[in-house]
Structures are given as C-alpha cells and as structure tokens.
C-alpha cells in the first residue's frame, strides 16, 4: 500500500499466496494516498473474497515499501529522519485498507526486521550461485521511478511552469539524473531464453494479453544485466548489502521479496516450502510497474529455483478529465474524501464496474453518482424494496413451495440466473471482476423488469396464488443469488441483503449461489420495513 501525502507512490503487487491456499498481494510507496491506491486494493480484496466464496483458503499481502532514495529525500525534505518519517507515513495506507474493508491477512512495512533477514538471505543466495559481480555503471536514474534508464529511453523536457529544461524517461516523463558509480549488477541476460520460455508455454500468466505481448517483446529485445545495490554514500536508507557496508541493495530487490516474507523465506523445512501459501496464485499491480514484476521478479527467482506466481493481473490507471493524476498539480482523488461522501461499497461498486484494465478510465463525481443511482438505488435496492416490503405475498411461504413455483418461472430469467454462478467463475477465473459485475447486475436489471412485467400485485385472488408465489420466487431467489456473488464486491451491503432476506450464514457460499438451492430462508430474524432501505438516496447532489 502507499503512505500519506509526502511523496510519489510506486504501487506495488497485492500478492495471493498459493499451494493448496490462493494468496494475493500489493505493495506501495508511502505517499500520499490517492484513488489509484484503492483501486488496486479493491481488485485484490475482490479477488481474495471471491477465492473465500469459493471455499479456499486464501492469504492477502499487502503493505507499504519504505526503502529507497525517494523515501529518504522525501523525510529530508520533511525535516525529519527518515526512520521516523516512515512511522508516520504508513499510516494512512493501512487507514485505507481498513477503510475499504480490504481483508488483508499481512500488512508488511520492508522496513521490518523479518523482512531485512529474508533480503539480505535472498542477496547472499544469489552470490553464492555466482549471479552477482561488481562493475562501474554509468547510466540515467530515475529517484522517482527508482530505476535505471538507458539513454535510447530519455529525452529532453521542459517544465511548463517555470521553464526548467531538464532529461526526462520517456516511458513514465519523471526526471533523471546522469549517475557513476560502482556498485553490484544481477546477471539478468543470462535468464532472457529462461524467461521466454517461460511466458511462450501460456497466454494467461499476464492479464491482459496486450502487457503480454509487451513483455514478451522487451525480452526478445535482449535483456542487459541489473543493477542491483547503490552506493550507501549516497542511499543510506534501505537495507544493507551482506559483508559491504559500503553499499545499499536495490530498492526493488528488497521490496520485490516481500511476498517471500510473508510466506516464511527462507523456507526452513525441507518439503514444506509452499506450506505459508508460496508460490503466489496472483500478484495485482499498475501497469507502471510490468518490467520489475514481469521480467526482474522472475529472473530473481529462477536464479534460485523459486517456484514464480502463477499469474500477474495488471490493471490501467485513473485520469482525471482525461489527464494523468498528479500531486504537484493538484489534480488528484483523495480516496477518504470519496468514501466518506459516497460510501465505501459505492466505492467499491464503482471502481470495479468503471476501472480500467487494458485502458485509462476517466474518474469523476458525476460518474460515481450515475453509477449509484442506475446500478445500486435504481437497480438492485429498487428489486430490494420492492421483494421485501410487499404487503400481498409472503416470501417464506413461496420459498417453501418452492418446488410447485419451479414448475412455473420464467423461462428465459430462470435459463440466466442458473447459468449466471458459471458464468461469473468464468469471469473471475480470467480474472475480470469488471465483466462478473457487468454480468450479476445484468439479471439485477433483468429481474426488475420481469417483476414490473408479472405485476405481483395484481396476482392477489387466491386462484392466482400458484402464480404469485411463483413470481415473488423467481424475484427472491434472483436476489439471493446475485447477493452472494455480489459479496466480494460490496461486503457490508450485501450481508445487510442476506440478513434481511434471512439466508443462514453457513448458506452464502458460491455452492449455495445455484437456483433453487436453499429452501430455508425468508424470514429475517428481525423486521424489515420502509425504515430500512438497502440504498438510500445520496445526502446531495454534490
């Protein structure tokens, strides 16, 4: 996760934990947190609670890197040192997944002791097996990308502001610096055959298949070795490298081992090595942050025979009227504002049905309103008011006739609503969460209108009583259904509708999300009334 407003966040990947448990993780600069942040969190939170609903056990990593020229400039600039500038600066990234409701099983800080034993272990690894030498190296950094580039990727910028002429990285437009300096290079050439051996056998270990391909192509390109520490004269804030005090080990090693941290590396037990879930079933990060996760991550894994994630979700980025976010133009979300005016499973909703994955999505108030009104308030708490307030039928007695009503529903939404639990693993297992929202509310929408075409209120006569249990059935069951799918993405609001539809707690699971499945709910153990409205309409209009 990210730190609060202090300087430029580099998200990294929300990792998920594999063997017989699915583990999910991401990790972020400490800055100042923004909605991309969130973003990012809610697509691994959805993923790990989607995994949950499935039945299996699954680990959520999750947390701030704290190393790194960057974080050191930034707590100098602050006035501060730089130890307790990150005891502060962490703070509101873990505020934030808290807030969102992520249920994260780890939140690592890699300025934790464990973590600096499992680095420097990794470091004296690959030393051993001969992938580490020392060498001069001259080339462009990047502080705020934390990066080398070569000088094919750097072009002169102007600053529109004051003039400044200045060399920028064409791939991100953040500033380098020339830099000389002697420090330790990872034999990162030697894996390119590896690597494209590794991403030739599937199309799916990156998603989408356009950061595929552009993976693929870098390697093809040809890989130059890495360098992998800084001299300590100049980045003294960051982890040692092992028997050289004079040098620092490179921010992105060290973050990059997080997800090995928290899966117990070194592995001490011969034969129990995945036992704490590695490898990772999905790592989650921006597209900003392919090549470190994408080419170096597993380069340095195979150079010890470390099993690599299983796949690597990459998601777009969010503008803001159509232009990049930026702190130092102001133009960025504050995501505590956004939850706190709109609601956090709004939130959620919002940002799962119109992020982006392959492409930028454009964020705005208007937007998330729409959204709200259409989807949520009009869409599924309309079906919601409508099922569980109706004075002329009785939800218990139509579940209980269940098998009389089944007889009766409608072809073509009963046809949908049990094909829809398929239909949505289809799209998780991708993964697409935005298509399996697209795809549950597509019958939110579907039901709504069936119902205002059957008109139960007008099926009162007792001779018509068949009919009307029928149609409250297909309504009620299209809600359970769609509610238990519904809860990796809106968790609060969806236990409030299995509540109030009284679905037993042991009976909210992906095996349960199938038509006719539970015969035994439709009495909440409390009253539901016109007091209690599952979406109530917005405080404003903003």
Excluded at 479 to 487: K, S, T, V, W, Y
Aim: with cysteine; glycine share 6%; net charge neutral.
């Amino acid at each position: 996760m990210g730190m609060p407003g202090m300087f430029p966040p580099a998200q990294r990947p929300l990792a998920v934990l594999g063997a017989k448990e699915d583990i999910i993780g991401a990790l972020i600069w400490p800055v100042a947190p923004h909605i991309g942040h969130l973003y990012t969190l809610v697509l691994t939170d959805i993923l790990k609670r989607w995994h949950v609903l499935l039945g299996r056990k699954s680990i959520l990593v999750t947390g701030t890197d704290e190393h790194g020229m960057k974080v050191q400039r930034a707590a100098s600039k602050a006035g501060q040192e730089v130890r307790a500038f990150c005891d502060e600066a962490y703070k509101p990234f873990q505020a934030l997944a808290n807030e969102a409701h992520v249920d994260y099983d780890h939140f690592i800080r890699t300025s934790e002791p464990d973590h600096r034993f499992a680095v420097q272990h990794f470091w004296l690894m690959l030393r051993e097996r001969g992938w580490i030498y020392a060498k001069k190296h001259e080339g462009w950094y990047s502080v705020s990308d934390e990066t080398f580039y070569p000088q094919s990727t750097v072009q002169s910028a102007l600053d529109p502001a004051t003039g400044r002429k200045f060399t920028a990285s064409k791939e991100t437009g953040k500033e380098v610096e020339w830099t000389s300096e002697t420090n330790y290079h990872f034999r990162l050439s030697a894996f390119q055959a590896k690597l494209q051996e590794h991403y030739s056998n599937s199309d799916n270990k990156i998603v989408p298949w356009t950061r595929m391909k552009d993976v693929r192509n870098e390697i093809e390109t040809g890989l130059q070795d890495l360098s992998i520490s800084r001299p300590s004269d100049r980045l003294s804030w960051g982890i040692p490298v092992p028997d050289d005090a004079t040098q620092t080990i490179y921010v992105w090693l060290d973050a990059l081992i997080n997800y090995l941290t928290k899966a117990n590396y070194p592995f001490q037990i011969p034969g129990q090595e995945n036992a704490a879930g590695w490898p990772a079933d999905c790592h989650v990060i921006g597209k900003d942050i392919v090549r470190f996760h994408c080419i170096y991550w597993p380069a340095f894994l195979m150079a010890l025979d470390l099993p690599l994630p299983k796949q690597i979700f990459t998601h777009a980025h969010w503008t803001l009227g159509n232009a990049k976010m930026s702190k130092s133009t102001g133009m960025v979300v504050n995501p505590f504002f956004a939850i706190n005016r709109f609601g956090v499973d709004c939130m959620r909703y919002y940002l799962a049905l119109d992020g982006g994955i392959s492409n930028d999505s454009s964020y705005d108030n208007s937007f998330v309103i729409a959204r709200y009104k259409k989807g949520l308030k009009g869409g599924l708490g309309n079906l919601v008011s409508r099922v569980t307030e109706g004075k002329r039928w009785d939800i218990r007695r139509a579940v209980k006739n269940r098998d009389k009503c089944i007889k009766q529903l409608d072809g073509q939404l009963s046809s949908d609503l049990s094909q829809l639990r398929d239909v949505v693993f289809w799209c998780m297992n991708k993964p697409d969460p935005r298509m399996g929202l697209q795809a549950i509310m597509k019958v939110v929408f579907q039901t709504n209108a069936y119902m205002q075409f059957s008109a139960p209120w007008n099926l009162c006569e007792p001779e018509k009583q068949e009919q009307l249990d029928s149609v409250i059935y297909l309504c009620v069951e299209s809600l359970r259904i769609c509610g238990i799918l519904l809860q990796p993405y809106m968790p609060a609001k969806m236990k409030q509708l299995l509540d109030m539809l009284g679905v037993a707690e042991d009976a909210r699971m992906y095996a349960n999300a199938e038509l006719g499945k539970d015969q035994d709910y439709g009495e909440p153990e409390y009253k539901v009334g016109k007091t209690e409205v599952l979406f109530p309409p917005l405080s404003s209009h903003f």
